[in-house]
């Protein structure tokens, strides 16, 4: 598996917008859905958003669909989560994932953590009211 590696967090106020990114390194052909979950503070990590390779389909958890959007360049081994609309709730450590498969055919699926080869290290999102 490749290592990921996370960038784009910070501190920004309520209805900001950061874009985060992972860069996977290690391979030149990452060919696995992935994904972005978060960690609150005591709380457990759970899923945000997931997207497959080759057909790019997406998966959002309710809380942030029409606020956030995934993407991927695989030519540069990288995926994409811009958050517009940011609210204090989508304060987390954000990871980014790379599943064991290509294609995730349903949200139960792209949620499950057991699911995941590979885990990046987080970046700091913080929301301020």
């Known amino acids: 598996q490749a290592q990921l590696v996370e960038s784009g967090g910070g501190l920004v106020q309520t209805g900001g917008s950061l874009r985060l990114s992972c860069v996977a390194s290690?391979?030149?052909?990452?060919?696995?859905?992935m994904a972005w979950f978060r960690q609150a503070p005591g709380k457990e990590r759970v899923f945000v958003s997931a997207i497959n390779w080759g057909d790019e389909a997406t998966y959002y958890t309710d809380s942030v669909k029409g606020r956030f959007t995934i993407s991927r360049d695989n030519t540069k081994n990288t995926v994409y989560l811009q958050m517009n609309r940011l609210k204090p709730e989508d304060t987390a450590l954000y990871y980014c994932?790379?599943?064991?498969?290509?294609?995730?055919?349903?949200?139960?699926?792209?949620?499950?953590?057991?699911?995941?080869?590979?885990w990046g290290q987080g970046t700091q999102v913080s929301v301020s009211s």
């Open positions: 994932a790379e599943h064991w498969e290509r294609r995730l055919r349903s949200m139960e699926a792209a949620a499950r953590t057991d699911g995941y080869a590979a």
């Open positions: 290690g391979r030149t052909d990452i060919t696995a859905a």
